[in-house]
Nanobody
Framework: QVQLVESGGGSVQAGGSLRLSCVAY?????????VGWFRQAPGKEREGVGV????????VYADSVKDRFAISRDITTRSVDLQINFLKAEDTAMYYC?????????????????????WGQGTQVTVSS
């Protein structure tokens, strides 16, 4: 059974940083997969913030976060991490990671959530101003 588990969320003050981690069970986050981070704030639709292609590590970010968010792979922990810097109150949301099945497609979508096959349960980020 495939399971994605996010961790690292919490309550922080504006201007602070958090590092979220996504670990997979039942699959490895390697080999021709897209792994994305998404978020959903109360009363809003889920939105993509960034994705990484596991072959080559190419990343794509939403315009609204690209100067503050960074996705990376940690080979030792077999996780995909999301570094969030200079947190703002509007970053408050549940953050989810998602992964695709292996594919020969070379690109990843940060917006097409139906593209992703596996989803985690999320980790809450709350930013106070």
């Amino acid at each position: 059974q495939v399971q994605l588990v996010e961790s690292g969320g919490g309550s922080v003050q504006a201007g602070g940083s958090l590092r979220l981690s996504c670990v997979a069970y039942g699959i490895t986050l390697t080999y021709r997969r897209c792994v994305g981070w998404f978020r959903q704030a109360p009363g809003k639709e889920r939105e993509g913030v960034g994705v990484i292609h596991t072959d080559g590590g190419i990343t794509v970010y939403a315009d609204s976060v690209k100067d503050r968010f960074a996705i990376s792979r940690d080979i030792t922990t077999r996780s995909v991490d999301l570094q969030i810097n200079f947190l703002k109150a509007e970053d408050t949301a549940m953050y989810y990671c998602a992964a695709t099945k292996p594919s020969l497609e070379s690109g990843c979508s940060v917006s097409a959530m139906g593209f992703y096959d596996y989803w985690g349960q999320g980790t809450q980020v709350t930013v106070s101003s």
